[in-house]
């Protein structure tokens, strides 16, 4: 899954197409370089997440998501997934082709359920302790494996009383949303056991500061360990990794892939 960040503040210098009006060329040229590398997923998001980062109205985001998934569409075959929350951007976003809805709020938001729902489309539920603006002040667990386990089986109860099915649902333990690096870390090394649950896990690390913190390095120097957090992930049996460096992380896959006994 490679970002499309459809925003003026993304955490991350790669994969954003706005500065003061949106770039569309560039958003296609992007997305171009990044199925021929290798991605089979083109996740287009309107809202920052990052730490630190605010809300935005409705109508911003959909005039930033909208355009881009309908020109993605009209151009590429690729299955398309849009990053929101926001009821409104879900219904239009999957009226405009959208196959995956990818909420890191996880339908919380008031409307977000009865929305996706409507779609019939699966979703990618996400961990997240409070809210990208404040998340990172004092993240706190009693065990951060279990809490964010329990957590996430609790959202899949909550989608499965709504009428979603089983295999609608993706998990996500949410790399840096509300975490330190050892609770990252912690969530890191138990993912076989999310993957254990039978659904379908997602995994974002990439670039984000537990890399940074990992390795001591800035943002625009966190592609090798990124990609190979990613191969680790894919190792312990995550499905989906959502990349910035669709061509790093790939070769990282296929060289683990080529060199590592029992990966099929
Ligand atoms: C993610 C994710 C996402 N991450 C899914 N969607 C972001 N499913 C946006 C940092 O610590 O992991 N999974 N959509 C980006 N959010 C962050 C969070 C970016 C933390 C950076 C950091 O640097």
Redesign the pocket.
């Known amino acids: 899954m490679s ?1 499309l960040n459809i925003t003026p503040d993304s ?2 210098d790669g994969g954003t197409f706005y500065t003061d009006e949106l770039q569309l060329d560039r958003v296609l040229r992007y997305a171009e370089g990044s199925i021929s590398a290798g991605s089979s997923i083109l ?1 287009v ?1 309107g809202e ?4 630190g ?1 605010s809300a935005i109205s409705v109508t911003e985001e959909l005039d930033r998501v909208i355009p881009v998934i309908e020109a993605l569409r009209a151009r590429f075959d690729t299955l398309i997934s849009v ?1 929101s929350s926001t009821p409104e951007v879900i219904r239009e976003s999957a009226a405009a082709g959208v196959r995956l809805i ?3 709020r996880s339908l919380q938001r008031r409307g977000a359920m009865e929305a996706a729902l409507e779609t019939g489309l699966p979703v ?1 539920l ?1 961990h997240m302790q409070g809210t ?1 603006k404040t ?2 002040k004092r993240p706190t667990y009693a065990n951060v494996v279990r809490d964010v386990h329990t957590w996430l089986m609790r959202r899949v109860d909550a989608c499965l009383v709504a009428g979603f099915s089983a295999n609608q649902l ?1 998990l ?1 333990p ?4 509300g ?1 330190t690096l050892e609770h ?1 870390i912690a969530l890191f090394r138990d993912l076989a056991r999310l993957v254990q649950t039978g659904y379908p896990v ?11 913190e990992i390795t001591g390095r800035p ?1 625009e120097q966190r592609i090798t360990g990124s990609a190979m957090a990613a191969a680790i992930a894919a190792s312990y049996g995550a499905a ?1 990794l ?1 990349v910035h460096d669709v061509a790093e992380t790939r070769d990282a896959l296929i060289v683990m892939q080529a060199l590592t006994q029992g990966m099929q």
């Open positions: 970002i955490f991350s996740d998001g920052s997440s990052r730490p980062a990053d990818n909420d890191i990618c996400v990208p998340m990172q993706v996500d949410g790399f840096g949303f975490k990252n997602l995994v974002g690390v990439s670039r984000k500061t537990m890399i940074g943002i989906i959502r």
